[in-house]
């Protein structure tokens, strides 16, 4: 993939769930919030700083219709 003039690799991961609220998405990578009754709720927070110290990003979107929509990019180089 092209983004920008530079070349990135991009991966997707698209579920069938009944996806994520609003209100829980935009907490998803915040330090310590979690949804489940045990982990300590910085897997996210973690991978999006590692991540981002490499130059990429991760996103995370769940459509009106369900499901969740994942895509993690990296620059190439």
């Known amino acids: 993939t092209i983004v920008a003039g530079n070349e990135v690799h991009r991966v997707h991961v698209v ?3 009944p996806g994520i609220t609003a ?10 919030f979690t949804t489940k009754a045990r982990g300590t709720g910085l897997g996210l927070s973690v991978a999006r700083r590692l991540l981002e110290a490499h130059g990429g990003s991760i996103a995370v979107a769940s459509p009106d219709g369900g499901g969740t929509h994942v895509t993690v990019t990296l620059p190439s180089g």
Do not use: H, I, S, Y
């Open 15 to 17: 579920d069938g769930g």
């Open 23 to 32: 209100d829980v998405r935009e907490k998803l990578f915040r330090p310590f």
